[in-house]
């Protein structure tokens, strides 16, 4: 006997075993399975007309196309280079200036010389800043290219880079400039206006800006004497000067050229040069020979002041002894001093101590003191 299978009762589902979805063929299968159908359909086209061998040509070369377009390896396309030599700038001989616009001289090495695809570009850095583009340029024909540029009062601190396709190059060497429109000061620590010089040149010292040239002029005999003053501002400079009145310019020009000047009236005097003799002793018994005895002479310049590298000659005249005489030159204190013995041949009486002194600037002069032998 058949077993029929049982109907499902009313209002039940009946329960089946669940049906699996295919996950699909894979995208590379897809892809070669509809080229596949699409060669067919071409190849029953192309086979009534006796074109099998197109047919399948076609195919060939259609898929070994995709294949290489989808497996090959992209090749990037070329970045331009820039180049590895940075530009220079020339250096000024003198970095100082009152001129508020000055000319940048930029050399760029010889490949890039007149390339139109390249740019020079200026970069400015002031005091306690970081540098800062502020113009461009195109390159000159040759390697040097003048770019003018103005300038901020202070310093002015200028690099340059060469901008083309591949980007920007190193920066060259800070080049410095800086603008000065102030006039240079004049300060004299002597003489002092009106003076007296009781000599034949007056010594002008003081102070200016460092660098300063400076020219001095005696107004009354058309004699002038130039210096520049030394990196921390100082200068000497010494003027011939005639008998009377002196008016004297002074004129400074610093680094940058700006110009000052100033004026003062020195009067060259009459005062002489002047010795002063003196000694140990002015008055020896004779008991007490030989005695020793110092001669001391101070010289002074005309102005008063101690005279140094004066030539001296002393002289000792004692009674019954012969002329004793020594050589001698004055200290940076204008002093010289002589040592000699007074020997116990001296008889009583009046004697002498003289010196002479000399000198190329002021000429000579003389002092006495006497010495006196007594019982």
């Known amino acids: 006997m058949k077993v029929r299978p ?11 075993t669940p049906i699996r979805r295919s996950r699909g063929i894979p995208l590379i299968g897809r892809i070669a399975l509809a080229l596949g159908i699409l060669g067919v359909g071409v190849g029953v086209i192309y086979l009534g007309a006796g074109g099998l061998g197109t047919v399948a040509g076609a195919v060939g070369s259609t898929f070994s196309d995709f294949i290489a377009g989808v497996t090959a390896t992209p090749v990037p396309a070329p970045t331009p280079v820039v180049t590895g030599q940075a530009p220079s700038i020339e250096s000024p001989t003198e970095p100082y200036t009152n001129q508020e616009a000055v000319d940048l001289v930029v050399i760029v090495p010889s490949d890039l010389a ?20 502020i113009q461009e340029a195109p390159l000159g024909a040759g390697q040097r290219t003048i770019i003018p540029v103005t300038l901020t009062k202070g310093t002015n601190d200028f690099s340059v880079t060469i901008v083309g396709p591949g980007g920007e190059s190193e920066s060259s060497p ?15 620590s002597a003489p002092r206006d009106e003076a007296v010089i009781n000599r034949k040149a ?5 102070r200016t800006q460092g660098r300063t040239t400076l020219i001095v002029r005696n107004q009354e005999t058309g004699d002038s004497v130039s210096g520049t003053a030394a990196n921390d501002g100082t ?7 005639t008998k009377g009145r002196n008016p004297i310019r002074i004129s400074a020009t610093d680094p940058a050229g700006n110009v000052n000047q100033t004026e ?32 001391t002479v101070n ?14 000659t002393f002289t000792l005249s004692i009674p019954n002894i012969p002329v004793v005489t020594g050589n001698g030159t004055t200290d940076k204190n204008g002093r010289a001093i002589f040592d000699t013995t007074i020997p116990s041949g001296a008889t009583r009486g009046p004697g002498n101590a003289a010196v002479l ?19």
Do not use: N
């Open 357 to 375: 002194v000399r000198t190329d600037e002021f000429g000579q002069t003389k002092d006495e003191a006497p010495i006196v032998i007594k019982k």
């Open 235 to 241: 200068f000497k400079l010494t003027l011939p000067i």
């Open 174 to 188: 800070l080049v410095r400039w800086i603008l000065d429109l102030a006039k240079p000061p004049i300060r004299l």
């Open 6 to 16: 049982r109907a499902p009762a009313p209002g039940r589902l009946s329960v089946r």
């Open 264 to 295: 003062l009236v020195v009067t060259r005097g009459s005062g002489r040069l002047r010795a002063t003799l003196s000694a140990s002793a002015y008055t020896i018994k004779q008991s007490d020979l030989p005695q020793e005895i110092r001669l």
């Open 202 to 206: 007056v010594t002008l010292e003081g």
């Open 114 to 133: 007149g390339d139109p695809d390249h740019r020079l570009r200026v970069y400015l850095a002031l005091k306690d800043q970081a540098p800062a583009p």
């Open 299 to 312: 010289v002074d310049d005309p102005d008063g002041k101690p005279l140094a590298a004066a030539r001296i």
